[in-house]
């Protein structure tokens, strides 16, 4: 089989045209950041639509926030009742789970499930809106759609995944303290006070800076395929797949490097 | 053929006489992917005018009227919109031309989480400072106007093609635009419900004389607009006489391989010797 009939039907694309391709991404999602951050401090702002996508996002999102946010807390706390008995150390798993719930595992697993549920809904709602020439018409209407379609997306998810992350951390707390006195016996109080004690300010501000940033990738990288979806409703399911793949995959990428930030500003090492 | 009734009584920002052109076109330039799609194409659209323009698909025709609204920018070229020129104006600059320009897709481009009243009335609530009274009662003109007032509480996805057309018509006129842009308003549509929209296209053309840019691959429609007027007495479309020409000048221009082929109105075209347009009027 001669190479031109394996790829009958495939389109190459030269490295240059690829590498061409991928700046220009970047530098349309840097110019649309920029913008939908620059809307805030221009006329008019969409208060009504930043309080619509808040509870869209928020309150819509709080069901499946609580339920991930108790069964991770449980498991962690199962886990690591194992590996603490061992050592004869079950008192610590307060600790343990108030930690890794703060600081990382309640921010992660908030900002993937909102990813997996708004960074989908914002590409797919705005790549419909592009494929049939909604986005057009709003500008052709003299409405600027990043002022009124991104900027109140991106201000209402940065703002909701912060006080979602926090009931997440509340809800994973309390399923670590449901498994660790009804399955190992410990003493409810016990519990708490270990737990509470063992957070100090810098898992707390990381805990609670991570939620902002990941509130931002979800947003943008969610409007950011939306608006930038091309043909039909094929392009549209490829926009919203791919903003779901990306937001996710960033989340996790800068959950390290913040993690690293943190703990050289703090001097821990 | 009936047309529906004139409820609206606004000033006409038509100047009788006016030959200032609204839309200029010079050397414009414009490719995708490699393709060149407009080539270095120049016509004007004078105040009052209607200019519809023909060509076979993908010949650049819906190009045209985005490049007017600025929601495309050209490779090479300049143009000129109600004496400002759109190649050179900011995003933010062009918003407030678009507010004095009204657009009719060809798909409607309704809204379609809106309602028909908050589509219709998107300009005025966007504005923000306009009274709930006025809005109701622009809504109400508006869909009057194209006869469609009991869809008012109703959602795009509820209405058929004919209709949504209609309502994109409303939502276009309904702040009194200096021009309107249409792109293939009965594209897609079954002959008679085309008339009624054509219809509808004559009576804006002649009751507000609206300077417009009519993009259709359907020559007939053209034609229709070209040889009947709006008789406001009767509320309905009259044929004009044989040689006879309508209060609104009627102008058509024809595209070929990225390149304005014709452009003049009906006597002239009916006369061309090219044998393209000879054989695309036939």
């Known amino acids: 089989m001669a190479a031109g009939d394996l790829f009958s039907g495939v389109d190459l694309i030269s490295p240059a045209e690829f590498a061409k391709e991928k700046v220009l991404a970047i530098q349309e999602y840097a ?24 509870d869209l996002i928020g309150v819509g999102s709080l ?70 020439e909604q986005i057009d018409a709003m500008r052709a209407l003299g409405t600027d759609p990043t002022k009124k379609l991104v900027t109140p997306r991106v201000t209402s998810t940065v703002f909701m995944l912060f006080f979602l992350t926090i009931i997440a951390d509340a809800c994973g707390l309390a399923g670590g303290a449901a ?34 940033l990941f509130g931002f990738i979800i947003s943008t990288i969610g409007c950011y395929y939306g608006m930038s979806a091309q043909g039909g409703t094929q392009g549209v399911g490829r926009a919203t797949t791919q903003a779901v793949v990306a937001s996710s995959i960033l989340i996790i990428v800068v959950d390290f490097f913040v993690t690293r930030l943190t703990m050289t500003l703090f001097g821990y090492h | 053929m009936a047309a529906p009734p004139t409820p609206l009584e606004m000033p ?5 006489g006016s030959t200032e052109p609204v839309i200029v076109f010079e050397e414009v330039s414009i490719g995708f992917e490699g393709k060149q799609v407009l080539d270095a194409i120049s016509f004007r659209l004078a105040r009052g005018e209607t200019k519809a323009i023909f060509g076979v698909a993908g010949s650049g025709k819906s190009t045209i009227l985005k490049l007017a609204l600025g929601l495309l920018k050209p490779d090479s070229g300049r143009i000129y919109v109600l004496g400002e020129e759109v190649t050179q104006m900011s995003e933010e600059a062009l918003f407030d031309l678009r507010r004095r320009i009204g657009m009719v897709f060809q798909e409607s481009a309704l809204f379609d989480s809106l309602t028909v009243r908050e589509n219709v009335a998107f300009r005025l609530l966007e504005e ?53 842009l249409y792109d293939s308003p ?13 219809a509808l296209i004559v009576k804006q053309r002649d009751v507000y004389k609206t300077s417009s840019l009519l993009v259709t691959h359907r020559l007939q429609d053209a034609f229709i607009m070209a040889t009947h007027y709006f008789d406001r007495e009767t509320n309905q479309l009259r044929a004009l006489g044989s040689g006879a020409h309508g209060e609104v000048p009627m102008t058509f221009l024809i595209l070929r391989n990225g390149k304005v082929i014709f452009d003049g109105d009906i006597d002239e075209l009916k006369q061309t010797k090219d044998e393209y347009i000879r054989e695309y009027i036939s």
Do not use: C
């Open chain 2, 12 to 16: 006409a920002p038509y100047v009788a």
């Open chain 1, 179 to 212: 498994v660790s006195s009804l399955l190992f016996g410990m003493d409810w109080h016990q519990y708490w006070s270990s737990a509470w004690q063992a957070l100090v300010f810098r898992d707390v501000f990381t805990g609670l800076l991570k939620p902002v």
């Open chain 1, 63 to 132: 069901p499946i926030v609580v339920l991930t946010g108790f069964s991770i807390g449980g498991s962690l706390a199962l886990n690591s009742a194992n590996t603490l008995q061992r050592f004869g150390s079950l008192s610590l798993i307060g600790q343990l789970v108030a930690v890794g719930m703060v600081t990382e595992l309640g921010p992660v697993i908030t900002g993937l499930m909102v990813s997996g549920r708004n960074a989908s809904g914002m590409a797919s709602e705005l790549g419909s809106m592009v494929v049939t």
């Open chain 1, 31 to 54: 110019l649309l950041v920029w913008r939908s951050l620059g809307n805030l401090f221009r006329h008019p702002v969409y208060w009504g639509d930043m309080l619509q996508q808040a």
């Open chain 2, 128 to 180: 923000g400072n306009v009274p709930e009274e006025e809005i109701d009662r622009r809504v109400r003109e508006a869909l009057s106007f194209v006869e469609l007032e009991r869809t008012v509480n109703m959602f795009p996805s509820e209405l058929s093609g004919g209709m949504r057309r209609r309502v994109a018509i409303a939502r276009a006129i309904i702040t009194q635009p200096e021009i309107l």
């Open chain 2, 186 to 198: 009965t594209g897609g549509l079954d002959p008679v419900t085309s008339t009624t929209i054509i």
